[in-house]
């Protein structure tokens, strides 16, 4: 199992970014997949869920609006387009399934890729 973040960069309040996230090692159409944020000092948050089939879609309130996810099953891949961006929006960024891939029992977790909102 693999997951690759990628896209997180620093970028202006009312910026915007797309993140990436490629996955392998399983099979991902048949995943729900969701994108993660772990702020400093804060737990890891759900941000969005997209599921495995229809592709209906859900947000955390504070990115509803602002925020979109969307997958492609040909190339396992799962995005996240990040617009009018504020300060609180900083965090490292986790792609995953829903749950979390355990192995062992053990929650696996990708490198993240780091968001830094700043002025």
């Known amino acids: 199992v693999q997951l690759v973040e990628s896209g997180g960069e620093l970028v202006h309040p009312g910026g915007s970014l797309r993140l990436s996230c490629t996955a392998s090692?399983?099979?991902?159409?048949?995943?729900?997949m969701s994108w993660y944020r772990q702020a400093p000092g804060k737990e890891r948050d759900l941000v969005a869920y997209?599921?495995?089939?229809?592709?209906?879609?859900h947000y955390a309130d504070s990115v509803k609006g602002r925020f979109t996810i969307s997958r492609d099953n040909t190339k396992n891949l799962v995005y996240l387009q990040m617009n009018s961006l504020n300060l609180e929006d900083t965090a490292v960024y986790y792609c995953n399934t829903m749950p979390p891939i355990a192995i062992d029992g053990v929650d696996y977790w990708g490198q993240g890729t780091q968001v830094t909102v700043s002025s």
């Open positions: 090692g399983f099979t991902f159409s048949g995943y729900g």
């Open positions: 997209i599921s495995s089939a229809r592709g209906s879609t």
